[in-house]
């Protein structure tokens, strides 16, 4: 099942028996899990408690089957189909938009540490690898069940940027850093292309540079580092409203 036909059926296959269970926790819409015979221990440990009598289709297979459909070379022995009929959120927040990121473990990476920070979703552009691949969710280690995720984000970033939700983009030319910045409102910080950073159309719309001091003078930082650095000091100074409000 490739990206096209996943995001036309809203569907999307999850690989090992911790990754199924984390969807199961999260309340996704797990449709049918295939399972290797010899794995049913395995399967009973992981989801038994999660797997009612009705409603689930239960496929007994072998190995071939199972490795014919999983990415990894070395198969845990289950494969899920999930849908993915999550409703995003009306409340803003922070909200996390990624520009053309082609490393699917930086794109898991900052889907959890979005998760982790309290973002409200995760929108990405066109050109972003796919979150649902095998590298992209093991990368978020199941925030991808907790946390909304916006494929092909474009109109969506549109409109979110005509209610006027304010772009945050990472600059080395910034004026100030994100330690003086106050990152507590909504927002939309945008993670830029690896080798490339943010694309100029958005650099040039953008109503909130920063930049994220580096006194070791490093040309620049990991995206996913990047992102986690600044969601978590957004997190620091709402923790620090709250402590003087």
Do not use: C, W
């Amino acid at each position: 099942m490739d990206r096209k036909e996943r995001r036309l059926k809203g569907l999307f296959l999850v690989e090992g028996f911790r990754m199924v269970q984390e969807a199961f926790r999260a309340g996704m819409d797990v449709m049918t899990v295939v399972y290797d015979k010899e794995e049913e221990d395995q399967l009973n440990r992981y989801l038994g408690s999660y797997i009612p009598s009705e409603g689930i289709e239960l496929i007994v297979t072998n190995p071939d089957v199972i490795r014919s459909l999983s990415s990894t070379g070395t198969p845990q022995g289950v494969v899920a189909v999930v849908a993915d009929s999550r409703k995003v959120p009306e409340s803003k927040g922070l909200m996390v938009y990624l520009d053309r990121l082609q490393d699917p473990g930086n794109v898991g990476t900052i889907i959890r540490s979005a998760h982790a920070g309290g973002a409200s979703r995760v929108i990405l552009g066109k050109g972003t690898a796919d979150p649902y691949s095998e590298k992209a969710m093991r990368s978020s280690m199941g925030s991808i069940f907790h946390l909304p995720v916006t494929l092909d984000g474009d109109e969506e970033l549109e409109k979110l940027a005509s209610e006027g939700i304010p772009l945050a983009v990472t600059s080395l030319e910034a004026d100030r850093s994100i330690y003086s910045v106050d990152l507590t409102g909504d927002m939309i910080l945008v993670i830029g292309n690896e080798g490339n950073g943010v694309s100029p159309e958005l650099m040039d719309r953008a109503t909130i540079l920063l930049r994220i001091p580096m006194p070791g003078n490093a040309e620049s930082l990991n995206a996913s580092v990047a992102a986690s650095v600044i969601i978590f000091e957004r997190v620091r100074q709402l923790g620090e409203s709250k402590k003087h409000g």
